[in-house]
C-alpha cells in the first residue's frame, strides 16, 4: 500500500488533468511501468508511458460536455476506486493503485 500520500487527491488531480486535456500533466501521474487494463470495450491493455500516451492522446481530443465528471470516489485496502464519466460521456468505474512514491502503478476500468 502506498504511504504518505493523499491517495484521493492524487486520483482528483487525474480527473483535472483528464478535464483539462492536459496530457503531460497526466502522463506524469503514472509510474515509468504502470499499466492500464480497459474493459470499457475492445479489452486493451498498456503499460509504460508511449503506451499510455497512445491510449489517452484521442481520448483527451474531443471530450463530451459532461467528460471526466466526478460521480463517486472512495479509499479501498488496495488503492481508491471512483466512478466518473468517461471522455464520450459514459459511466466507468475504474480501480486505482500505486507506488510507495505516490504514482499511479496500475489502474483498470469498466462500464458501470
Known sequence: MAENFDQVALVVDWLD???NRDLVALLDLY????TLDCRCGK???REG????EAYWRPR??????CAFGLRDIK?????VLLDYLNHDGKPVRIAFAFTRDG??????????
Do not use: F, M, S, Y
Open 103 to 112: 504514482k499511479i502503478r496500475q489502474t483498470g476500468c469498466r462500464p458501470v
Open 43 to 45: 479489452v486493451e491493455v
Open 31 to 34: 509510474a515509468d511501468d504502470a
Open 49 to 52: 508511458r508511449a503506451e499510455l
Open 60 to 65: 483527451l481530443v474531443a471530450l463530451a460536455p
Open 75 to 79: 479509499p479501498t485496502a488496495n488503492g
Open 17 to 19: 488533468a483528464c478535464r
